[in-house]
């Protein structure tokens, strides 16, 4: 069984930094992306950023500049470092996995999610 547990979530002033760090456990045939999404109060699940197996990177458009995102594919670890926080960036953020089986058929994975909250 595959799990997701994220950390470093918390409170910050406007312009601080945190980082969140997500650890897959359990068997995982191959790794397509590992990456972050988020949801506010009343408002869709947004991807924040994404990074494939190769390290290409993806990023929504509200975090580019001030967000990044790093793995280790083979401890199945992923890392989101946030600086210049606002309070926009107020919501949940959730880890995500799009992996495949041994017949190539895509799996997705999320975690618990980790609250993170922007202010003064």
């Known amino acids: 069984q595959v799990q997701l547990v994220e950390s470093g979530g918390g409170l910050v002033q406007p312009g601080g930094s945190l980082r969140l760090s997500c650890a897959a456990s359990g068997t995982i045939f191959s790794i397509n992306t590992m990456g972050w999404y988020r949801q506010a109060p009343g408002e869709e699940r947004d991807l924040v950023a994404q990074i494939s197996g190769g390290g290409s990177t993806t990023y929504g458009d509200s975090v580019k500049g001030r967000f990044t995102i790093s793995s280790d594919i083979a401890k199945k670890m992923v890392y989101l470092q946030m600086n210049d926080l606002n309070p926009g960036d107020t919501a949940v953020y959730y880890c995500?996995?799009?992996?495949?089986?041994?017949?190539?058929?895509?799996?997705?994975?999320w975690g618990q999610g980790t609250q993170v909250t922007v202010s003064s």
């Open positions: 995500h996995v799009e992996s495949r089986d041994s017949g190539w058929a895509t799996i997705d994975y």
